[in-house]
């Protein structure tokens, strides 16, 4: 099956830094999200990203397909983005996720 | 719209009872899918069911079971319940293959 690797594990970061996240597919894909996961568990949709770059406010992605991996970028980060933040790509709909990185955002 | 729901938050079981986890989907959602999330495996997929047909299925044991209803709810059971089964379950539902899911808030199972 497919392989999601995540990197960095952990990220400390000052408020107002600017910071990219990385996840690493082993198999080409059709489907890829990302997710913040908030204190209490739930999975919050960020992008839906398969190719390309999207943006959102202070975070962005991009998805480079053909070299299997896919980028969140979160510019002058705030306390509030502290959590941990899962890739997952899907083949049929069951999503694979790499192990997350945690990111704590110091103010 | 309303998002996906999950009932119970929480549930305190002890090791060889059973136990049922509900999920609704977003409105006109027909594909819901179960994951477990746990610190030592990580979020992995349990099973996925679209129009009341299991579609496909996660390695976990026949213990763990689950079934679809017409109006596209969502139910997995646990049977002989494990203290290796505690776990947030999370379910998560799309209209079909290929679309963005989205997470419910998750069931957290603790058992004792």
């Known amino acids: 099956g497919i392989q999601v690797e995540q990197s960095p594990p952990d990220l400390i970061l000052q408020e107002g830094a600017n910071s990219t996240l990385r996840c690493n597919f082993s198999d080409s894909v059709n489907n890829l999200q990302w997710f913040h996961q908030n204190p209490w568990g739930q999975l919050i949709n960020l992008f839906y990203?398969?190719?390309g770059t999207k943006q959102n406010g202070r975070l962005s992605a991009t998805t480079v397909a053909t070299e299997r991996y896919s980028l969140l970028y979160i510019s002058s980060s705030q306390t509030t983005d502290s959590g941990v933040y899962f890739c997952?790509?899907?083949?049929?709909?069951?999503?694979?996720f790499g192990g997350g990185t945690r990111v704590l955002v110091k103010p | 719209k309303a998002g996906v729901t999950q009932t119970p938050r929480y549930l305190i079981k002890t090791r060889g009872q059973q136990v049922t986890l509900s999920c609704s989907p977003i409105s006109g959602h027909r594909s819901v899918s179960w994951y477990q999330q746990t610190p030592g495996q990580g979020l992995q997929f349990l099973f996925e069911y679209f129009s009341e047909t299991q579609r496909n299925k996660g390695n976990f044991p026949g213990r763990f079971s689950g079934r679809q209803f017409s109006n596209s709810r969502s139910e997995m059971n646990v049977s002989t319940l494990e203290l290796g089964d505690s776990a947030l379950y999370l379910c998560?539902?799309?209209?079909?293959?290929?679309?963005?899911?989205?997470f419910g808030p998750g069931t957290r199972l603790t058992v004792t």
């Open positions: 997952g790509t899907a083949a049929g709909n069951k999503l694979t």
């Open positions: 990203i398969p190719s």
């Open positions: 998560a539902s799309s209209p079909d293959r290929g679309y963005e899911q989205y």
